[in-house]
């Protein structure tokens, strides 16, 4: 509890003069007295012990209209925040390559699994999923419904459009879902663990276009150096793991990010890919703007009926259940 004045408490200084002139003053009654037998005193009933009562009553009730006068309030504190966020495509490879198991389990499965992760910090921003192998195709569109994107990064799968690595369709395809955008941030984050060997746009050219629409591109490349286990089929029909090289263009995703004002980051395993999220969660903040309010619950009218309620009993102890000699 607070009080909008404070100051009017020191009044509470005048109780113990109160009390003291109750003591050495106004107990200087008239008695009456009374023969004794034997010299024994008159036995003293129970309104002789409660005499000091309405005194107590009023001393009490001036202490809560004291505390009124105060103005007491409950205090509550708030605060509304204005997010101004940014909005976010994940352009993800699917292609066959990106069951290499160079990654825990594989490399889509570890993509999607840390993209998630990703966008359960991004309070505020849309977010959309665009998925590229020989074509591209939009997953999710630009929502700031988190548990939305989380699941349709979950759907993704390898195998479900022709195979191969279009690198310029996968970024031509999230460039459009930004289009529309009016967010004063955009920004592409196209991970691919190959080289573009597909599609009809050119990488550099939906660069050239992103660079021109004001749109960052942050690019991944995934996958260990050297060579890799990848899964296969033998003449059997039976799943074997064959060793191949990774191949990934690093010299084209570097001109694309650099291009747009981005970054490019390779990738060697789980916990290097888990990092690069999080730097890009921190390069690209979202603006918060918090205002404060305080709103006040007024408490004066309570103590101030308590007040009159001691006030009533006063009067009924004194004039009724005390009723004294004039």
Known sequence: MNFLYPHILWLMALIPLIVLYYIFVSRREATLTVSTIGGRRAPRPLRYWLRPLPIILRIGAMTLFIIALARPVDVNDEQEATTEGIDIVLSMDISGT?????????????????????????????????????????????????????????????????????????????????????????????????????????????????????????????????????????????QTTVMADVEIDEELLQQIATMTGGRYFRAENDEALREIYSEIDTLETSEVQVTNYQTYDELFSTWVLLGLLLLALEFLFDNVILNRLP
């Open 98 to 238: 990106m069951l290499a198991r160079d990654f825990r389990p594989d490399r889509l499965t570890a993509a999607k699994r840390l993209a998630s992760e990703f966008v359960a910090k991004r309070h505020g921003d849309r977010i959309a999923v665009v998925a590229f192998a020989g074509e591209a195709f939009t997953q999710t569109p630009l929502t700031s419904d988190q548990a939305t994107v989380e699941t349709m990064l979950a759907r993704l799968r390898s195998g479900v459009i022709e195979d191969g690595t279009a690198i310029g369709n996968g970024l031509a395809t999230a460039i459009n879902r930004l289009r529309e955008s009016s967010a004063k941030s955009k920004v592409i984050i196209l991970l691919t663990d190959g080289v573009n060997n597909s599609g009809q746009i050119s990488p550099l050219m939906a660069a050239e276009i992103a660079r021109d629409m004001g749109i960052k591109v942050y690019t991944i490349g995934v996958g260990t150096r050297g060579r890799a286990p990848y899964p296969a089929v033998d003449y059997f029909g039976n």
